[in-house]
Structure formats: C-alpha cells, structure tokens
C-alpha cells in the first residue's frame, strides 16, 4: 500500500459545526502533516507529527486540533471555524526523515464554511 | 514565510515542446523537491535532489540544483497534455530535520494539444 488516504473528499459544515478530517497510511511511515491550501496559493504547513507526537505546530488557531491516534492515523478536528477557512486539507507523510524520501500526500478534503 | 518562489507564474505550450520552471530559495537546504498537483487536489512527488546534487533525471524530468545561486529548475522535455498540471519546488528547513517543508508559490503549466 502507497496511498495516503483521507476522508471525506468534501465537507460542508456552518460556523458551529464540530467536525473532523481523517488521514490513514499505512506504508509506516512515521512523521505525518497536515497542510491548508488555498485556490491558487501552495500549501502552507499546519501542524507535523512524528512518531505520534505533535512536534511542529504553526501558529494555527485552536479551533483546529490535530491527532494521531496511532503511527497510520492523523486526525485534524474543527470546531468553530470561520468562512475564510474554507480551503483544500492536504494530509501527507514520510519516512522518519524527510531528507532521504519525498512526501506522499492524500487527495485532500474540500472544506467548505457557511 | 514562503521559501521558494518560482518563475513563471504560468506557462503555456504546444504539445511536444520542453517546459522549464524556475525555483529561487532563500535560505541554506538539505533538498529541493518537486511536486506536480492537478487540479487542486493531492501533490505528486516527482523527484528530490539533495544539496550536494547539481543534475538529477527521471524519465523526461531533468532537475538542476545551483546552490551558489540558490536556484533550481525543472525540464520537462516532449511534454504531452498529461502535464498540464501546476508545479511546486519545495524546500526543507534546514536546521529541523527535514520535517519542515515549505512550498513555493508554483508554477501553473498549460500544454495544448
């Protein structure tokens, strides 16, 4: 398995809504990412976890919380989140070093705020 | 804070020819990647070359790493339709491991058929 795989493809959730992206990965990799993107922008970095603990975060906004349940699974929850949060949620993971491999990334989560 | 920045912003051309994209960075790197993305969905890696590296092929990529210049760029020769897509030069930090990556703003290539 090479995939990374995220869940959903779409969300559309209102302003307080409580909801929660999923990423899952089973090639052992053991650092995982989260990225936002905006339309026509490159990815900008959130939050890096490496081996199951958050070791980069930032600065983003408590209303997103990330977390790794286990070394194939990250999790981003929202909660409160405003309209101009809406972007493309790119999750992607690497071999223990990023120096040697590139990143596989998933297909994204299109999050529409309302 | 954006690392790379690449030039073009876009490029349009006619299947069959060569494509170049440009990548300037600013600070010291252990390795510059590239990524294709269609569509806005999920990045592809193409191909990594590390700082010690100055030339580096894959298929019809042709990578170059000028580290006094602190500049990269991206061949891709022949291309087809299929490339249309945007591409992203990435560095990492280097002082954090690798684990920092940071994009630049992309190029969006457009290959008429």
């Known amino acids: 398995d090479t995939e990374v795989t995220q869940t959903p493809k779409h969300l559309v959730m209102g302003m307080t809504n409580k909801k929660s992206l999923k990423c899952e990965q089973h090639?052992?990799?053991?650092?995982m990412y989260w990225y936002k993107q905006k339309a026509k922008k490159p990815p900008e970095l959130m939050f890096v976890?490496?081996?199951?603990?958050?070791?980069i975060n930032e600065s983003v906004p408590s209303r997103f919380s990330p977390e790794c349940p286990n070394s194939s699974l990250l999790n981003l929850h929202l909660h409160a989140l405003q309209p101009e949060d809406s972007a493309l949620y790119l999750c992607?993971?690497?071999?223990?070093?990023?120096?040697?491999?590139?990143?596989?990334f998933g297909s994204g989560t299109r999050l529409t705020v309302v | 804070s954006q690392q790379g920045e690449e030039d073009p912003q876009a490029l349009s051309i006619q299947e069959g020819e060569n494509a170049t994209m440009n990548c300037s960075y600013k600070?010291?790197?252990?390795?510059l990647q590239w990524y294709r993305q269609n569509s806005g969905r999920g990045l592809v890696h193409l191909i990594l070359?590390?700082?010690?590296?100055r030339e580096k092929h894959s298929g019809r990529l042709r990578v170059t790493l000028d580290t006094s210049k602190k500049s990269s760029s991206l061949l891709i020769t022949a291309s087809r339709a299929a490339d249309t897509a945007s591409y992203f030069c990435?560095?990492?930090?280097?002082?954090?491991?690798?684990?920092?990556?940071?994009f630049g703003a992309g190029t969006r290539l457009f290959v008429k058929a």
């Open positions: 600070t010291s790197i252990n390795n």
């Open positions: 090639m052992g990799h053991r650092a």
């Open positions: 976890y490496s081996y199951e603990k958050l070791s």
């Open positions: 992607a993971s690497s071999p223990w070093t990023g120096r040697r491999d590139g990143y596989t």
């Open positions: 070359i590390r700082s010690n590296e």
């Open positions: 990435a560095t990492d930090a280097g002082d954090t491991g690798g684990f920092k990556t940071i």
